[in-house]
């Protein structure tokens, strides 16, 4: 689950974390107000759940709570296109507005998870306020990783070689040990996926400040972490996909035309590379998981039937503990009662199969099947492409 910048700043303010001052703003008299309260120099910054914002023209410096205020009127009800927007855009429904601080040097700090080697992973870099997945790609050697023992946690150890890499002087040695513990401190506490200070500021006070942040939020946490879920802003999530969570139903909107409806993750990815291997584009992740019912599939093509980029569907299902009778029952049931007319084509496999396959042929519906998966993403690919 992601959150706004204005909120990660509040998280990591309640954890020790130095932020700027500021509030969020959803008409410009309010930034305007904002402004006023912390006098001389102010940052407006559009919250939107997409990096790159300055780049896109969301974040923009303020000389007096006037400007502010003209600020604000232009980014408010605004498409913002960002490089991680997309040429669509994304809509700024509230700005947050806080002091400037006087900048001497920007660093880069973030906790994540590592998936191969099962652990805590801390990304430090000196070269801070950039792209970092920009920097990863064209100078990896400037981004240092420390791998974190899960059971020791984030010892002082840890830290001081941190420090080190980045160059942080005996004068800012305390104040970083302090920033870095309560990130952590702050990824364990709160379920997150990760945390990311970008850039990690050394003012010209010589104090450490949080300039910017991002928290992402493991979903599955978010049954002990009603406060973080009370932040959700359903505006910036896209409608398919919280359609989809709210039916328990794990799906990724891609940008294919292909849609897909499959039983296991690892088998839903296995059935993406094959779709992309024979010349097509999936245009989603669903995962229906092992209850693959009635109700469930009919669910399922009613989120594949919202999107409009989809002009075909792939059904790959293996039969263990859901058998594969019962799944052709629910995939003819619920395309006839929601009328079906794009190419559907399906793959059965393990209990029940034959039982299944013969479901399909009797049903007098338009659905193909096939044996294998090859096989099943040919049709599909050819189906969609002589369609068009």
């Known amino acids: 689950m992601k959150i706004h910048?204005?909120?990660?700043?509040?998280?990591?303010?309640?954890?020790?974390?130095?932020?700027?001052f500021g509030h969020p703003a959803t008409t410009p008299e309010l930034a305007e107000k904002i402004a006023e309260k912390i006098t001389g120099r102010v940052v407006v910054k559009a919250q939107?759940?997409?990096?790159?914002?300055?780049?896109?023209?969301?974040?923009?410096?303020?000389?007096?709570?006037?400007e502010a205020k003209k600020i604000a009127g232009e980014l408010l009800g605004q498409k913002l296109v960002t490089p991680q927007t997309g040429p669509e855009g994304s809509l700024v429904r509230q700005v947050l507005?806080?002091?400037?601080?006087?900048?001497?040097?920007?660093?880069?700090?973030?906790?994540?998870?590592?998936?191969?080697?099962?652990?805590?992973?801390?990304m430090a870099s000196a070269a801070g306020g950039v792209d970092i997945e920009e920097l990863a790609h064209l100078h990896p050697q400037k981004i240092h990783r420390f791998f974190i023992d899960t059971a020791?946690?984030?010892?002082?150890?840890?830290?001081r070689r941190m420090a080190h890499a980045l160059k942080i002087g005996k004068q800012l040695l305390p104040s970083f040990l302090q920033v870095a513990s309560n990130l952590y401190s702050t990824f364990i506490a709160r379920d997150c996926s990760l945390v990311e200070v970008n850039p990690l500021v050394v003012t010209g006070d010589h104090r450490l400040v949080a300039?910017?942040?991002?928290?992402?939020?493991?979903?599955?946490s978010l049954f002990r972490q009603p406060e973080i879920e009370a932040m959700r802003d359903p505006e910036e999530e896209d409608s398919l996909e919280r359609e989809a969570m709210e039916s328990h139903l794990s799906y990724?909107?891609?940008?294919?035309?292909?849609?897909?409806?499959?039983?296991?993750?690892?088998?839903?990815?296995?059935?993406?590379?094959?779709?992309?291997?024979?010349?097509?584009?999936?245009?989603?992740?669903l995962d229906v998981g092992g209850a693959a019912d009635v109700e469930r599939i009919e669910k399922a093509f009613r989120i594949l039937m919202g999107d409009s980029r989809v002009r075909g569907v792939l059904i790959n299902i293996f039969g263990g503990i859901v058998r594969c009778d019962r799944v052709a029952e629910g995939v003819v049931e619920a395309a006839a009662k929601l009328k079906m007319v794009l190419p559907i084509v399906v793959r059965l496999e393990g209990t029940n199969v034959k039982e299944g396959r013969a479901i399909f042929r009797k049903s007098k519906l338009a659905i193909e099947t096939a044996s294998d998966m090859l096989e099943a993403a040919t049709k599909?690919?050819?189906?969609?492409?002589?369609?068009?």
């Open 252 to 285: 990724i909107r891609l940008e294919g035309n292909i849609g897909c409806m499959v039983n296991g993750a690892g088998l839903a990815m296995a059935t993406m590379d094959m779709i992309q291997h024979v010349g097509g584009a999936p245009a989603n992740f």
């Open 211 to 220: 300039l910017d942040a991002k928290i992402l939020i493991d979903d599955n």
């Open 380 to 388: 599909i690919v050819r189906s969609v492409q002589e369609a068009s």
């Open 97 to 122: 507005v806080e002091r400037a601080l006087e900048i001497h040097r920007e660093l880069y700090l973030a906790i994540t998870l590592d998936r191969e080697t099962a652990s805590q992973v801390v």
């Open 5 to 20: 910048e204005y909120q990660a700043k509040a998280i990591l303010h309640d954890f020790g974390v130095p932020v700027p």
């Open 48 to 66: 939107i759940h997409a990096g790159g914002r300055g780049k896109g023209g969301g974040v923009r410096l303020a000389e007096d709570a006037s």
């Open 152 to 159: 020791l946690g984030l010892r002082p150890f840890y830290v």
